[in-house]
């Protein structure tokens, strides 16, 4: 059974910096995508960015390019999104999501219907 643990979420003031981790467990790493999407209150989910288990390839949204990096341990099956420059914006709740590659390994514009999910991690920029 896929396990995804997110945690590294908090408060922080705009400007500031997280690193939030997804420890994945109980699935072949290296033939998933992972994600990284956020809900904030009164808003639809989005994606944010993913990341091929199997090469690392990645993708963004375009709000969060430049400031996001996705990358990807792949000894410890763990996905991180490094944040930056953070904005009040940027407030939500946190979700890592894991669904299996499709033949060519392609990650962009969030294309899986990701059905492996994480219990969530709060993120709160503070102006």
């Known amino acids: 059974e896929a396990h995804l643990a997110e945690s590294g979420g908090g408060l922080v003031q705009a400007g500031g910096s997280l690193r939030l981790s997804c420890v994945a467990s109980?699935?072949?790493?290296?033939?998933?995508?992972i994600a990284w999407f956020r809900q904030a209150d009164g808003k639809e989910r989005e994606g944010v960015a993913s990341?091929?288990?199997?090469?690392?390839?990645?993708y963004y949204t375009d709000s969060v390019k430049d400031r996001f990096t996705i990358s990807a341990d792949f000894d410890k099956n763990t996905v991180y999104l490094e944040m930056n420059s953070l904005k009040p914006g940027d407030t939500a709740v946190y979700y890592c999501?894991?669904?299996?590659?499709?033949?060519?390994?392609?990650?962009?514009?969030?294309?899986?219907?990701?059905?492996?999910w994480g219990q969530g991690t709060q993120v709160t920029i503070s102006s």
């Open positions: 990341i091929s288990g199997s090469d690392g390839r990645t």
């Open positions: 109980g699935f072949p790493f290296h033939e998933y995508a």
């Open positions: 999501a894991a669904q299996i590659l499709d033949y060519f390994g392609n990650v962009s514009k969030f294309r899986y219907e990701y059905e492996n």
